[in-house]
């Protein structure tokens, strides 16, 4: 048996058909999270894209729409965000009821020209109209894009990348109109590939009132896990703009993360954050017969201290499942557990005892595995998908993914979502994540776990299908 293409992850979105990567205007609005993506609806490669859209209450179960904001044979939709216009400051809606308003790349196909335009919706976002005056922001490049908008301080701010430059330029605007240009940020951090999709949020930083900006940027090349991936700034916003105050981290060392951005609007004070889950390396490569990509889990966002900085951490947003395993205090000896699944959650607290190394393997059986091993004593955890299953139709597919562990204490906490083409690790509420796609045979369904060097305990393991 091998992978097979048509079986779709059970929690994780997929468009109906086609191609699809960056998640776009991501908002919550009028109790449903809206979800735009990248999408060619007739092909299995990237082209011609349009905004495919999808609409969830729980950000697990998507109900797929009609295409929203589509290419045309002169321009390709790209990459964008959407806005409630509540104080209807654009006039694009009516009295009363501000309008959704959607900034996105118009790419001109004769002259690969890139510049900003506005589409509006006054129906919950089910049918969008072009501003009669678009582009609303053109600055004659071919490398200006991704635009996404909040609302600060009594004024919209747009983050755009020159991607070539290396750089995040801030604009302001009363009503989504007019921009005028604020600040620029970057070249700084990774500047190997040229930067995409930047989105600046507001994180609180865990136990304490605080809150930080941090901005995101996506890098094309160089990512930790090889070609694409994700990188973010703590700093500081005021009148001159954007800047970092401490250095460059990367959000996931897998390869599978990229062009994630926040939902505007959602409930709580965690920017929730959602990925496309594929690597620009090999997207186009990976199996597929009606569809090919996925978005990853969403994630909750908060900013925990390490010693003089801070850092990330991510805790997904998962379904409530059945547990199919629940276990106290066993030691990690190579047991098997009773799971028979390709879609499910692990939550495990592992007392580290005198382990060197210690780890589960998932999606095992018919000689495939895919292995998360977590070192003490190197103070890492890796993702290994050399044996994951179906690897061979690209080079830089079959490879071993590792992390950078904070702080190891004496338990340590991993969570492990599992999702027929999918393993997303997140150890201690995801100081450190690793994404990463996976293509085992429907067979390749166990779970086990292991300690070597010594001996580790599992205070407590929970498998819910
Ligand atoms: C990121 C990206 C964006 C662009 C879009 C095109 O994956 O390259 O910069 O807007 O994809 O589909």
Same mark, same amino acid.
């Given at each position: %048996?091998?992978?097979?293409?048509?079986?779709?992850?059970?929690?994780?979105?997929?468009?109906?058909?086609?191609?699809?990567?960056?998640?776009?205007?991501?908002?919550?609005?009028?109790?449903?999270?809206?979800?735009?993506? $990248?999408?060619?609806?007739?092909?299995?490669?990237?082209?011609?894209?349009?905004?495919?859209?999808?609409?969830?209450?729980?950000?697990?179960?998507?109900?797929?729409?009609?295409?929203?904001?589509?290419?045309?044979?002169?321009?390709?939709?790209?990459?964008?965000?959407?806005?409630?216009?509540?104080?209807?400051?654009?006039?694009?809606?009516?009295?009363?009821?501000?309008?959704?308003?959607?900034?996105?790349?118009?790419?001109?196909?004769?002259?690969?020209? $890139?510049? $900003?335009?506005?589409?509006?919706?006054?129906?919950?976002?089910?049918?969008?109209?072009?501003?009669?005056?678009?582009?609303?922001?053109?600055?004659?490049?071919? =490398?200006?894009?991704?635009?996404?908008?909040?609302?600060?301080?009594?004024?919209?701010? %747009?983050?755009?990348?020159?991607?070539?430059?290396?750089?995040?330029?801030?604009?302001?605007?009363?009503?989504?109109?007019?921009?005028?240009?604020?600040?620029?940020?970057?070249?700084?951090?990774?500047?190997?590939?040229?930067?995409?999709?930047?989105?600046?949020?507001?994180?609180?930083?865990?136990?304490?009132?605080?809150?930080?900006?941090?901005?995101?940027?996506?890098?094309?090349?160089?990512?930790?896990?090889?070609?694409?991936? %994700?990188?973010?700034?703590?700093?500081?916003?005021?009148?001159?703009?954007?800047?970092?105050?401490?250095?460059?981290?990367?959000?996931?060392?897998?390869?599978?993360?990229?062009?994630?951005?926040?939902?505007?609007?959602?409930?709580?004070?965690?920017?929730?954050?959602? =990925?496309? %889950?594929?690597?620009?390396? *090999?997207?186009? #490569?990976?199996?597929?017969?009606?569809?090919?990509?996925?978005?990853?889990?969403?994630?909750?966002?908060?900013?925990?201290? *390490?010693?003089?900085?801070?850092?990330?951490? $991510?805790?997904?947003?998962?379904?409530?499942?059945? @547990?199919?395993?629940?276990?106290?205090? @066993?030691?990690?000896?190579?047991?098997?557990?009773?799971?028979? =699944?390709?879609? *499910?959650?692990?939550?495990?607290?592992?007392?580290?005892?005198?382990?060197?190394?210690?780890?589960?393997?998932?999606?095992?059986?018919?000689?495939?595995?895919?292995?998360?091993?977590?070192?003490?004593?190197?103070?890492?955890?890796?993702?290994?998908?050399? =044996? #994951?299953? @179906?690897?061979?139709?690209?080079?830089?597919?079959?490879?071993?993914?590792?992390?950078?562990?904070?702080?190891?204490?004496?338990?340590?906490?991993?969570?492990?979502?599992?999702?027929?083409?999918?393993?997303?690790?997140?150890?201690?509420?995801?100081?450190?994540?690793?994404?990463?796609?996976?293509?085992?045979?429907?067979?390749?369904?166990?779970?086990?776990?292991?300690?070597?060097?010594?001996?580790?305990?599992?205070?407590?393991?929970?498998?819910?299908?």
């Amino acid at each position: %048996m091998s992978f097979d293409p048509s079986v779709r992850p059970r929690d994780h979105f997929t468009p109906r058909r086609g191609w699809m990567n960056d998640p776009n205007g991501l908002i919550h609005h009028d109790g449903e999270f809206h979800l735009f993506f $990248q999408h060619h609806t007739h092909a299995l490669v990237h082209g011609p894209i349009s905004w495919g859209h999808a609409v969830s209450t729980d950000l697990l179960t998507w109900a797929e729409l009609p295409t929203a904001i589509a290419a045309t044979a002169d321009q390709h939709v790209w990459s964008g965000s959407v806005v409630h216009d509540a104080g209807n400051t654009s006039g694009l809606g009516t009295a009363g009821a501000g309008p959704l308003v959607a900034l996105w790349t118009g790419r001109v196909t004769a002259t690969e020209r $890139q510049s $900003q335009s506005l589409s509006f919706s006054t129906d919950r976002g089910r049918t969008w109209t072009p501003y009669a005056d678009n582009p609303v922001l053109d600055i004659g490049s071919t =490398a200006f894009r991704d635009p996404k908008v909040l609302r600060h301080d009594g004024a919209w701010v %747009m983050v755009v990348v020159l991607a070539d430059a290396r750089t995040v330029e801030l604009y302001r605007s009363d009503d989504l109109l007019r921009w005028e240009h604020w600040s620029s940020f970057g070249p700084e951090g990774s500047v190997d590939g040229v930067w995409e999709c930047p989105d600046l949020v507001r994180v609180p930083v865990e136990g304490s009132g605080d809150v930080r900006w941090v901005l995101l940027v996506s890098v094309f090349d160089g990512a930790p896990a090889g070609g694409s991936g %994700m990188q973010y700034f703590v700093g500081e916003l005021d009148d001159a703009g954007f800047r970092s105050t401490q250095p460059a981290r990367w959000l996931d060392h897998g390869a599978d993360l990229y062009a994630g951005v926040s939902y505007a609007d959602a409930p709580g004070a965690e920017p929730v954050v959602q =990925a496309w %889950m594929s690597n620009w390396q *090999y997207a186009e #490569s990976v199996p597929a017969t009606e569809f090919r990509g996925a978005m990853t889990a969403p994630r909750r966002l908060a900013l925990r201290p *390490y010693d003089d900085e801070l850092g990330l951490v $991510q805790r997904p947003v998962v379904r409530d499942g059945t @547990e199919v395993v629940a276990l106290h205090d @066993e030691p990690l000896d190579g047991t098997t557990l009773p799971v028979t =699944a390709t879609s *499910y959650r692990v939550v495990a607290e592992v007392e580290t005892g005198t382990a060197s190394r210690f780890g589960l393997h998932v999606r095992e059986g018919a000689g495939e595995r895919t292995t998360v091993v977590v070192d003490t004593g190197a103070r890492t955890v890796s993702l290994d998908r050399t =044996a #994951s299953g @179906e690897t061979g139709f690209h080079p830089a597919f079959a490879a071993v993914h590792t992390a950078p562990l904070p702080a190891v204490g004496d338990v340590v906490r991993i969570e492990v979502l599992v999702d027929v083409s999918s393993v997303e690790v997140f150890v201690d509420e995801g100081a450190v994540a690793l994404t990463d796609q996976v293509f085992p045979s429907p067979a390749s369904a166990g779970v086990s776990v292991f300690a070597e060097g010594g001996t580790a305990v599992l205070r407590t393991i929970s498998v819910t299908a």
